[in-house]
């Protein structure tokens, strides 16, 4: 089918409670269509021309509060006509519209002029459901509106149907507009490259149009379906701030476009480019979801607003905690790569479990190496049978072991590649990405599975499905190691070959749903060598993400702030890893490595086989007080303190949990100067009128400090740090218990 039906993208979570009550109305007199949840109302209605016409996004309004029906935009002279002037909901490329559309057709007849407007509605459980139709042709769009009442996050995503008798071309489909009134403002969106995501970028949005994108089909390390728009200069904790993030983990864009009368509108989708899906009558297709919030408390509100929206109704859930109002914290993992790499065998893999079994550690992981003749990233993608000269008695030895210890167990595994030396490639050479009779690109020696075919979505569930049932696992590492290139389709009609970009990323989702539900209690993480499938799609389906392939301590601490403007900590898989380190020869101490991972999802990737008694000992300490707080820290109230962008010397961040109960406090030195210490560290988000008490996880507070003190001394008079904290790449922790 080319409707994507999936429930589960649009459903939302049920909850046992929730800060404020859910409204939606629609004035049929006016035509005015309101919803309100959080601190938030969207409202948007049916001008006088038929047109959905965007009205107000921002803070909570008056229960009271009404609006007249909506009028269209003047024209600015005869450039500028009222149809690009107006800030349409989900505006059809036809008419006069100047402006980036929502959705470009092409019919047989070779017309392209698309005028949607108000045909009829439904009000759905949170939300509404509104048709629009073309003036003439019958293509219908019904556009889904669905406002969480904790957060105020709007879902928003469209369903573009043919009901006639040609087939019809889809050239540009977004998921939703965006729009806000002229003014000056500052964008924010995420940027990066291998070994080096998640950079803040914050710029005035000028006229014309800033594309973030991505042509690479997955979501890349190179740009993030993720933004925040600030109404003048960015603040980390004061202002009006809209944000918003693409659910799409396939080739994606989103354009921020400031008009000639500078108002501002966000459009985001599929990317146009190389697209082209054809309609055949009576057939449909679902764009992704385009996720929008607001807040009144800066960037840092923002991503609070986000990151609890993502707990309670993006992230899955396993048999064990459906139903829940939170998915449960990541274990404390561990994963075997740096210590063995490829050479992966039964006994140095039951060593490595003895050793991290002693630790804390809750999960241990077997990376790359266990499958086919898999002896580097030459050979094996694809051939996914558990070598028998490494674990002659396949992988339930080793299983057994490690559920001995204490600790579940979970697999690296790559299902969407092949490499050309497998049994894979010999036998389907045809089941890879390519245009026929043009030289196929490799990279890692590599290529891409073309997912879109259902013999390779069979056999990619087949053997996942396989060996999750004969195996005791609990976890996959699942990796994706390189992007698209020659993305064709040879056995579908010509006219239909762009599909591929679209129904690859269907059967991702398709399979890893189907998974989760034949096999209740696993957990997946995505992984695209660091961060290059990170997304509110594929969220859905993966319990946490990899952000990174550098684990450098210190480049950590600006990976992981980018990260968290648009993902909640509790994804955000941080590992202590080797020192001197690979990517810059950098040593750092075991405590500071360890202190900027506890900012996250916590898991150790060193070699422990070289461990000293000293750190096996720290480690087990730290490991220990981490999870003592892991819940305030993943699932919190996030603060940055300190930001460690622009050269800064320090960082600090902290995480409040939601009854204010508890706090911690992470502070980082990349090196003091002329015998300057760190800064004092006024706290946020406590509770004035409760007492705290302060204890130590790694470092010491001024002696002055004072043991117990109330939440407004902490915010108002501050933390203040030992003098001996200072130095190069020293860190320190803390954590405040209520009294």
Same mark, same amino acid.
């Given at each position: 089918?080319?409707?994507?039906?999936?429930?589960?993208?649009?459903?939302?979570a049920?909850?046992?409670?929730?800060?404020q009550?859910?409204?939606?109305?629609?004035?049929?007199?006016?035509?005015?269509?309101?919803?309100?949840?959080?601190?938030v109302?969207?409202?948007?209605?049916?001008?006088?021309?038929?047109?959905?016409?965007?009205?107000?996004?921002?803070?909570? #309004?008056?229960? !009271?509060?009404t609006?007249?029906?909506?009028?269209?935009?003047?024209?600015w002279?005869?450039?500028?006509?009222?149809?690009?002037?107006?800030?349409?909901?989900y505006?059809g490329?036809?008419?006069?519209?100047?402006?980036?559309?929502?959705?470009?057709?092409?019919?047989?007849d070779?017309?392209?002029?698309?005028v949607?407007?108000?045909?009829?509605y439904?009000?759905?459980?949170?939300?509404?459901?509104? =048709?629009?139709?073309?003036?003439e042709?019958?293509?219908?769009?019904?556009?889904?509106?669905?406002?969480?009442?904790?957060?105020?996050?709007?879902?928003?995503?469209?369903?573009?149907?043919?009901?006639?008798t040609?087939s019809v071309?889809?050239?540009?489909?977004?998921?939703?507009s965006?729009?806000?009134?002229a003014?000056?403002?500052?964008?924010?969106?995420?940027?990066?490259?291998?070994a080096?995501?998640?950079?803040?970028?914050q710029?005035p949005i000028?006229?014309?149009?800033?594309?973030?994108?991505?042509?690479?089909?997955s !979501?890349?390390?190179q740009?993030?379906?993720?933004?925040?728009?600030?109404a003048?200069?960015?603040?980390?904790?004061?202002?009006?701030?809209?944000?918003?993030a +693409?659910?799409?983990?396939?080739?994606?864009r989103?354009?921020? =476009?400031r008009?000639?009368?500078?108002a501002?509108?966000?459009?985001?989708?599929?990317?146009?480019?190389?697209?082209?899906?054809?309609?055949h009558?009576?057939?449909?297709l679902?764009?992704?979801i385009f996720?929008?919030?607001?807040?009144?408390?800066?960037l840092?509100?923002a991503?609070?607003?986000?990151?609890?929206? =993502?707990?309670?109704h993006?992230?899955?859930r396993t048999?064990?905690?459906?139903?829940?109002?939170?998915?449960?914290?990541r274990?404390?993992?561990y994963?075997?790569?740096e210590?063995?790499?490829f050479?992966?065998?039964?006994?140095?893999?039951?060593?490595?479990?003895?050793?991290a079994a002693?630790?804390?550690?809750?999960?241990?992981?077997m990376?790359?190496?266990?499958?086919?003749?898999?002896?580097?990233d030459?050979?094996?993608?694809?051939?996914?049978?558990?070598?028998?000269?490494k674990f002659?008695?396949g992988?339930k030895p080793?299983i057994?072991?490690?559920?001995?210890?204490?600790?579940?167990?979970?697999?690296?595994?790559?299902?969407?590649?092949v490499?050309p030396?497998?049994?894979?490639?010999?036998?389907?050479?045809?089941?890879?990405?390519?245009?026929?009779?043009?030289?196929?690109?490799?990279?890692?020696?590599?290529?891409?599975?073309n997912?879109?075919?259902?013999?390779?979505?069979?056999y990619?569930?087949?053997? #996942?499905?396989?060996?999750?049932?004969?195996?005791?696992?609990?976890? #996959?590492k699942?990796?994706?190691?390189?992007?698209?290139?020659?993305?064709g389709?040879?056995?579908?009609?010509?006219?239909?070959q762009?599909?591929?970009?679209?129904?690859?990323?269907?059967?991702?989702?398709s399979?890893?749903a189907?998974?989760?539900?034949?096999?209740?209690?696993?957990e997946?993480?995505?992984?695209?060598?660091g961060?290059?499938?990170?997304?509110l799609?594929?969220l859905?389906?993966?319990?946490?993400v990899?952000?990174?392939?550098?684990?450098?301590?210190?480049d950590?601490?600006?990976?992981?702030?980018g990260?968290?403007?648009?993902?909640?900590?509790?994804?955000?898989?941080?590992w202590v890893?080797?020192?001197?380190?690979w990517?810059?020869?950098?040593?750092?101490?075991?405590?500071?490595?360890? #202190?900027?991972?506890?900012?996250?999802s916590?898991?150790i990737g060193?070699n422990?086989?070289?461990?000293?008694?000293?750190?096996?000992a720290l480690?087990?300490?730290?490991?220990?007080?981490?999870?003592?707080?892991q819940?305030?820290?993943?699932?919190?109230?996030?603060?940055? +303190?300190?930001?460690?962008?622009?050269?800064?010397?320090f960082?600090a961040?902290?995480?409040v949990?939601?009854?204010?109960?508890?706090?911690?406090?992470?502070?980082?030195?990349h090196?003091?100067q002329?015998?300057?210490?760190?800064?004092?560290?006024?706290?946020?988000?406590?509770d004035?009128?409760?007492?705290?008490t302060l204890?130590?996880?790694?470092g010491?507070a001024?002696?002055?400090?004072?043991? !117990?003190?109330?939440?407004a001394?902490?915010?108002?008079?501050g933390?203040?740090?030992?003098?001996?904290?200072?130095?190069?790449?020293?860190?320190?922790?803390?954590?405040l218990?209520?009294?």
């Amino acid at each position: 089918m080319k409707a994507f039906t999936l429930a589960l993208l649009l459903s939302f979570a049920t909850l046992t409670s929730s800060a404020q009550v859910s409204k939606v109305s629609f004035d049929a007199t006016t035509k005015v269509f309101r919803l309100d949840g959080g601190n938030v109302s969207y409202v948007f209605g049916v001008n006088s021309r038929g047109e959905l016409q965007q009205m107000y996004w921002g803070g909570r #309004l008056g229960a !009271t509060d009404t609006f007249p029906a909506p009028k269209p935009k003047p024209e600015w002279a005869s450039f500028d006509d009222s149809y690009t002037t107006t800030p349409q909901e989900y505006a059809g490329w036809g008419e006069g519209l100047y402006i980036e559309p929502a959705l470009k057709v092409t019919f047989p007849d070779g017309n392209r002029d698309l005028v949607l407007h108000y045909a009829s509605y439904k009000t759905t459980e949170h939300g509404f459901d509104v =048709e629009l139709k073309d003036i003439e042709q019958p293509i219908f769009v019904t556009l889904h509106y669905s406002m969480d009442s904790e957060t105020g996050v709007l879902a928003r995503s469209a369903t573009i149907e043919n009901r006639g008798t040609e087939s019809v071309t889809i050239e540009q489909a977004a998921a939703a507009s965006w729009a806000l009134p002229a003014g000056h403002y500052t964008l924010n969106y995420l940027t990066g490259r291998w070994a080096g995501e998640w950079t803040l970028n914050q710029e005035p949005i000028q006229h014309g149009e800033r594309i973030i994108e991505s042509r690479r089909g997955s !979501t890349s390390h190179q740009a993030n379906p993720w933004f925040a728009i600030e109404a003048g200069t960015p603040d980390e904790e004061h202002g009006e701030v809209w944000f918003g993030a +693409l659910g799409w983990s396939g080739s994606w864009r989103i354009t921020v =476009e400031r008009d000639q009368l500078d108002a501002v509108r966000v459009t985001g989708g599929f990317n146009p480019f190389d697209f082209g899906y054809v309609l055949h009558p009576g057939q449909s297709l679902e764009t992704p979801i385009f996720y929008g919030g607001y807040s009144a408390h800066g960037l840092g509100g923002a991503s609070r607003e986000l990151h609890l929206f =993502e707990l309670k109704h993006i992230l899955p859930r396993t048999a064990s905690t459906r139903g829940a109002e939170m998915p449960r914290v990541r274990p404390v993992l561990y994963n075997s790569w740096e210590a063995t790499e490829f050479n992966v065998n039964e006994a140095g893999q039951m060593a490595l479990a003895e050793k991290a079994a002693a630790l804390g550690v809750d999960r241990f992981v077997m990376d790359d190496g266990w499958f086919g003749q898999r002896k580097n990233d030459h050979a094996g993608l694809g051939d996914w049978y558990v070598n028998p000269q490494k674990f002659p008695h396949g992988l339930k030895p080793l299983i057994d072991k490690v559920h001995s210890l204490g600790m579940d167990f979970g697999l690296w595994v790559e299902p969407e590649m092949v490499n050309p030396d497998s049994d894979l490639y010999r036998k389907h050479p045809d089941w890879v990405l390519h245009f026929k009779g043009r030289p196929e690109t490799e990279q890692r020696n590599q290529l891409v599975l073309n997912l879109a075919r259902p013999d390779v979505r069979a056999y990619i569930f087949g053997f #996942l499905d396989k060996l999750l049932t004969e195996n005791d696992i609990a976890f #996959l590492k699942w990796d994706y190691n390189r992007n698209w290139s020659e993305p064709g389709w040879d056995a579908i009609p010509a006219n239909e070959q762009k599909e591929v970009y679209v129904a690859f990323t269907r059967n991702l989702y398709s399979i890893l749903a189907e998974l989760r539900q034949k096999h209740p209690n696993v957990e997946i993480e995505s992984c695209s060598g660091g961060g290059g499938r990170v997304d509110l799609g594929i969220l859905r389906y993966t319990d946490e993400v990899w952000p990174s392939d550098n684990t450098d301590p210190f480049d950590r601490l600006t990976i992981q702030n980018g990260f968290t403007y648009a993902y909640t900590p509790q994804v955000m898989m941080s590992w202590v890893t080797d020192s001197p380190h690979w990517m810059n020869n950098r040593s750092t101490s075991l405590a500071y490595r360890f #202190l900027s991972s506890m900012q996250g999802s916590l898991g150790i990737g060193a070699n422990i086989n070289k461990w000293t008694p000293d750190e096996t000992a720290l480690a087990k300490r730290l490991i220990a007080a981490y999870k003592q707080v892991q819940p305030t820290i993943v699932r919190g109230d996030l603060y940055r +303190l300190i930001s460690p962008l622009n050269g800064s010397e320090f960082s600090a961040t902290e995480d409040v949990n939601r009854d204010k109960s508890q706090a911690v406090i992470f502070a980082f030195i990349h090196s003091t100067q002329e015998g300057r210490g760190f800064p004092l560290l006024k706290l946020e988000g406590l509770d004035p009128n409760v007492e705290y008490t302060l204890s130590s996880i790694e470092g010491k507070a001024s002696p002055n400090t004072p043991t !117990t003190a109330s939440g407004a001394w902490w915010m108002n008079h501050g933390l203040v740090m030992d003098q001996s904290f200072r130095g190069d790449f020293q860190a320190a922790a803390f954590r405040l218990d209520k009294k």
